[in-house]
């Protein structure tokens, strides 16, 4: 056995060892994983290969809900006959039909990548708000609109909107609720408006073929979404004694509108969207609703599509109706000064909840003497359904209510205007009108009349 040399006086060490302070292991640093990056793609020319009778191209793609890409496969041509390419054609050929799959776009990778990363629930709102507007299946209202976009702003953004949109499930639906409870809003308006929003936008998240990404089975009981209680519900109905008190109103405008409102049973928008021209029958008996002020503005669209009707009226309302109209021939029915249409919420809170203060009016639900619009709608269909023997599908059809089976599908009572006149004057109104009309003060009219414009 070979022998080393002795080591330099005082040194203990072996000629192959090395002093421990001397000896530094780095520690390993784990591979970190860079994820998927379209700029470190150089983009894809296909592999061309042989299927039986066909020559194809293979190619990588991203797809949504997995994090590798899936190898995906066309035809280019007949390996030969007709429609045979040579090499470069076939080499062509490959190169467009990966760009036409999409494969290498910038616009398909973010599509992809985010939602298998999980986009934030307030993007996928946002993209879902825009794509509702531009459907043409099922247009949506403004005013449905408007309503999906304050339940956003309101109270679903600010508690979920960070999350990512695949973690958006029951248990976070139920925290959800739990919240917008303890925050006083009423059952109705969490099961009605707030939650259906968040469902919606967790299925609008769908692949290229249309399914949804993140399949969601909502369970109720789980969330504990509360139950709406319609007896509980503030649906207040006038009375006949308070719609003759309403009749008696001293600003004339506004009493002619709750004058209509009672005896044809319409939407406050629907009676402020009344144009005289297009309207109403010459003999005034007969309104034609075709649209309604919302806003102040006028929109075409009514709420449901049994809402394009045709309401007759009592000749007594239909009297007094060209009595308001006087000398006009068009323009609004109930317009401002500067022939624009009024507001509607004018017309509750300046006039309605006064007059119904005046009368000491106390709404059964809330206690105050504040009431809605459709107070007058409740009060028409309670009186024509109870107190009349109108057939049931005239007053649904008056009312502009959907039909429930075939039956109401094949009635055609619309179409009988005789039949219709003739059962609107049988029928009445049921409140009395006052014999004499209210004299209000040249100057109280008009101070008033200012405020309102």
Not at 269 to 292: M, N, R, S, W
Request: hydrophobic share 35%.
């Amino acid at each position: 056995m070979r022998e080393f040399p002795a080591l330099v006086a005082g040194s203990q060490l072996h000629p192959l060892q090395f002093p421990t302070s001397a000896i530094k292991v780095v520690s390993a640093t784990p591979v970190k994983r860079r994820g998927k990056c379209m700029s470190r793609r150089t983009g894809q020319n296909g592999h061309i290969e042989s299927s039986a009778k066909w020559w194809v191209v293979r190619w990588w793609m991203d797809v949504p809900g997995q994090e590798e890409r899936r190898h995906m496969r066309a035809k280019i041509c007949p390996i030969s006959g007709p429609g045979w390419l040579s090499k470069s054609e076939r080499e062509r050929r490959a190169r467009e039909i990966i760009a036409e799959s999409g494969a290498d776009t910038v616009e398909h990778f973010n599509q992809v990548v985010k939602q298998s990363r999980g986009v934030p629930f307030r993007e996928q709102a946002n993209w879902w708000l825009n794509h509702i507007q531009r459907r043409k299946r099922k247009p949506l209202a403004p005013a449905t609109l408007e309503l999906w976009k304050g339940c956003l702003d309101n109270w679903i953004n600010p508690n979920i909107g960070d999350l990512p949109l695949s973690e958006v499930n029951n248990s976070v639906l139920k925290t959800l609720v739990a919240k917008m409870s303890e925050g006083g809003l009423s059952p109705k308006t969490i099961s009605d408006n707030y939650v259906p929003v968040v469902k919606m936008v967790v299925a609008s998240a769908v692949d290229e073929q249309g399914e949804e990404i993140y399949p969601r089975k909502w369970n109720n009981e789980f969330i504990d979404l509360p139950v709406v209680e319609k007896d509980k519900q503030n649906t207040p109905s006038f009375s006949a004694e308070v719609m003759t008190g309403l009749a008696r109103w001293k600003k004339p405008r506004e009493r002619m509108i709750f004058v209509l409102c009672g005896a044809a049973g319409l939407r406050i928008g629907e009676v402020l969207g009344i144009e005289i021209d297009k309207h109403v029958a010459p003999d005034f008996l007969t309104l034609y609703i075709k649209q309604k002020v919302r806003h102040g503005k006028v929109e075409q669209r009514l709420k449901t599509a049994n809402g394009v009707r045709q309401v007759d009226l009592h000749p007594t309302i239909a009297g007094l109706l060209k009595q308001f109209a006087g000398d006009r021939k068009a323009g609004f029915l109930f317009c401002t000064r500067k022939g624009k249409p009024v507001s509607p919420t004018n017309i509750i809170r300046r006039h309605l909840h006064k007059a119904l203060k005046e009368l000491k009016y106390v709404n059964p639900f809330t206690g105050t003497h504040k009431a809605g619009n459709h107070a007058f709608r409740r009060f028409r269909n309670t009186y024509l359904r109870n107190y009349t023997e109108c057939p049931e599908g005239l007053y649904k059809y008056w009312m502009g209510h959907a039909g429930k089976d075939m039956s109401d599908l094949y009635d055609k009572i619309k179409e009988d205007v005789a039949f219709r006149r003739k059962w609107a004057e049988r029928c009445a109104f049921g409140f009395d009108l006052p014999s004499v009309v209210p004299n209000v003060p040249k100057t109280a009219e008009k101070a008033e009349a200012e405020e309102a414009a």
